[in-house]
């Protein structure tokens, strides 16, 4: 995710307060696009991270250090030569750019006062890290030739200039004339013509403001009224007020458990989405970035379990409808048979050489027409229908069986899919691999039998508003951990009512369990099922005492026969997690 305007002027304005008359004592590339500059301050040694990669490009303090290269890279050297303990006067950002730049007093080789400018500049795939002075590049850590670039070469002794938003407003000095004028104008959606014609506005922000404007951001700029194009501007100054006073409130804005997106101060349309506020903008990137590395990091982990058993229940699933068409065609076996007893009954009066024969039904009293083989005698006719019967009866009989059994694979199936849903760490995927190579599903190494006895990783724990004590569990191990050994039997248990997902406990440790905690522990289980994105689930509740696991039954796989329900929305952002 790239940052917007108002995401680096937040940034900045934490650099500014933190760096602002620091020493830099140390400057390391570890990698071909990144920084690392160790700077003194008064409160302290700090490092700030800088990285121009084109597919992450990002700036941040950070107590983490990166170990330098034995040869330390040409840009790097340069560095240390002019601005290795030199003193930083200031950060600073021009307009909403998407540009930092680093003010550093350092004294030349002659021993004179110079001012030199390290310019960050975050603009996705065109990132970069330029070091220049007030005209003139004197290197960067990426070289752009007239060959890679028609609009900006970026080279030693190439003029600098900002390459971007010649032709954009400068949302700081804009008036209500040049906004109307540029942005309430065209036939662009509102949101689109705000980010398309302001500096340093990204779509988010955009929505922001036209949605504090209480207007459509589908509509365009020019079917607006002067009354709408005013109120759409004072939305925007409002907007453009909270940046330039440094009211900044950084926030990761998390959809469905993960994060989405980062704002620099609390944005209304994100206002019904779970919100983790952080101190700092550098504390925030850390952490976001963080949590989508590890989710990606999971996620591929945990492809090729998904892919196995993706392709294990489609195989199922049609081996179940096959299953279910000949059970359809076994319910013919009562009409074989009744067409055995008929014939058998009135053979004496069927024509031979008869290709039917009609005739009364004595069960029902209705008439009923017999094919016949005319090559057949009646009786033999009827003891065929009645090989007919005994076969299909047969196969009814085995199928019901088998088809129970196939039922029962794909709930597990489903049941390990959801589990791979909420997998947080290596020993989740651990229980998970083990469960399937237990069942028989992959191959593995000896360390499969038994392991439903021991629980690997650790079931998610949440805290009620009550103060109750309430457990996930994140695959099928845990669920059976918790509910048979974790909980007690006046303890309560929650389930998604007919679909896959979480076991849920809440420890009632011999007390009354309010309303609240009843409905905070069905949201977790509405939230860690298999519901296809839906806002509210039915969950089924009850003592654990009244829950039972079959004999034989495969991890997690319980029954219960009386039992509450309740429809539980699936949005768990007000519950404390331990």
């Known amino acids: 995710m790239a940052f917007d305007g108002s995401a680096v002027c937040a940034l900045v304005n934490e650099l500014n307060n933190v760096l602002s008359g620091g020493r830099i004592s140390k400057i390391v ?44 890279p040409t840009f790097c050297m340069l560095l240390r030569k002019h601005i290795q303990g030199g003193r930083i006067l200031g950060v600073t950002q021009p307009s909403m750019e998407r540009i930092i730049n680093i003010e550093i007093e350092h004294y030349s080789e002659m021993g004179d006062l110079c001012r030199k400018i390290l310019t960050i500049e975050l603009m996705g ?12 590049i004197l290197d960067s850590i990426r070289h752009v030739s007239a060959l890679m670039s028609s609009v900006r070469e970026v080279l030693p002794g190439r003029e600098y200039f900002i390459p971007f938003g010649t032709d954009k407003l400068d949302p700081f000095s804009t008036g209500f004339e040049e906004f109307e004028d540029k942005v309430c104008s065209g036939n662009l959606p509102l949101y689109k013509s705000i980010y398309t014609n302001v500096t340093g506005f990204s779509p988010a922000l955009a929505e922001e403001v036209v949605y504090n404007a209480s207007l459509d951001g589908a509509r365009s700029g020019e079917s607006l009224s002067i009354e709408e194009a005013l109120t759409l501007y004072r939305s925007f100054t409002q907007t453009m007020g909270t940046i330039s006073h440094g009211d900044f409130a950084p926030a990761i804005i998390y959809e469905n458990d993960a994060p989405t997106q980062f704002v620099a101060f609390d944005h209304n349309i994100y206002r019904d989405l779970k919100s983790v506020h952080y101190d700092s903008m550098s504390e925030l990137l850390i952490a976001f970035y963080s949590e ?30 096959i299953q279910l068409k000949q059970i359809k065609d076994s319910e013919k076996r009562d009409k074989y048979k009744l067409y055995g007893e008929l014939l058998t009954a009135y053979g004496y009066s069927v024509d031979p050489g008869a290709t039917s024969y009609t005739c009364t039904d004595f069960y029902s009293g209705n008439e009923v027409t017999i094919p016949l083989d005319p090559t057949l005698s009646a009786i033999e ?78 079931p998610l724990h949440y805290i009620s508003s009550d103060g109750f004590h309430m457990y996930v569990g994140k695959n099928n191990y845990q669920n059976e951990y918790i509910t048979f050994k974790l909980a007690d039997g006046g303890d309560w248990w929650f389930h998604a ?52 696991k079959p004999g034989g039954a495969k991890p997690g796989f319980v029954i219960y026969h009386t039992n509450f329900s309740m429809t539980a929305g699936t949005d768990i952002s007000g519950i404390e997690e331990v």
């Open 381 to 458: 006719n009827g003891k065929r229908y009645f090989e007919k019967y005994s076969k299909l009866k047969r196969t009814s009989e085995s199928l019901a069986e088998i088809t129970k059994a196939t039922e029962e694979e794909i709930v597990h199936l489903e049941s390990v899919l959801a589990s791979l849903d909420t997998v947080k760490n290596e020993a989740d995927i651990a229980d998970i691999r083990s469960e399937l190579i237990q069942a028989g599903y992959i191959k593995g190494g000896g360390g499969a039998k038994g392991a439903s006895k021991a629980v690997k990783s650790a």
């Open 497 to 548: 009512k007919k679909l896959p997902g979480s076991h849920v406990i809440v420890k009632s440790e011999g007390k009354d369990i309010p309303d609240r905690t009843f409905e905070e522990a069905a949201s977790l289980a509405a939230h860690y099922c298999k519901s296809s994105g839906a806002d509210k689930v039915e969950v089924d509740y009850i003592q654990r005492k009244h829950v039972k």
């Open 292 to 321: 989508r590395q590890e989710r990606s990091v999971m996620g591929q982990k945990t492809a090729a379990l998904r892919q196995t058993v993706q392709n294990l229940l489609s195989r199922n699933y049609k081996k179940y409808d």
């Open 29 to 72: 590339q570890p990698e071909k696009d990144e920084l690392l500059l160790t700077v003194k301050t008064e409160s302290g040694q700090k490092r700030l991270f800088i990285s121009a990669s084109p597919s992450l490009p990002l700036a941040y303090l950070t107590a983490d250090n990166k170990t330098a290269p034995l040869n330390a």
């Open 125 to 136: 795939k065109h990132s970069n890290i330029i070091f220049r002075d007030e005209l003139k």
